[in-house]
């Protein structure tokens, strides 16, 4: 697979869709979990998302269950805990691992294109976050530590750049 084009993904509503939906738009895809202390970023990724959706972006959100239990909930509990806690309109994806021999392909791409820190691939913790251009190709990965608002510069300009 050479572009996130490639993927398809279960959306928090069980229906598979293909990513090829967001072709041309800056992404930014997150690992998120409703019961973690980052969580709160639900609020910035929102702000991130109606700031700049008119002008070609989309966060993703992928709840994962992997660090510390904190996405317990099944998809209708996390899209009613999204909607009714942080009115989350960005769209939101089904339970997926992002580590391990069942880390969803997405996931595996994601990793390989833009390893972490030292170079390691792993997904360290709920909120890591990978900037994806128009092209369909990894710009860059964030840490959990990264808040919303401190990549609006890195959103601004991918969203500026020539496909």
Known sequence: ????????????????????????????VVNVASKCGFTPQYAGLEELYRSYRDDGF???????????????????????????Q???TFPLYAKVDVNGPNAHPLYRWLK?????VFG??????NFTKF????DGQVIKRYAPTDTPSGLKDD??????APV
């Open 58 to 84: 989309t966060v993703l959100g992928f709840p994962c269950d992997q660090f510390g239990h904190q996405e317990p909930g099944d998809e209708a509990e996390i899209r009613s805990f999204c909607s009714t």
């Open 112 to 116: 390989g294109e833009k390893p972490g």
């Open 86 to 88: 942080y009115d989350i």
């Open 1 to 28: 697979m050479s572009t996130i084009y490639d993927f398809t993904a279960r959306d928090i509503n069980g229906v598979d869709q293909s990513l090829d939906t967001y072709r041309g738009r800056v992404l930014l």
């Open 131 to 134: 900037l994806v251009g128009r």
């Open 155 to 160: 959103v601004a300009r991918a969203l500026s």
């Open 120 to 125: 390691t691939e792993g997904i360290k913790w």
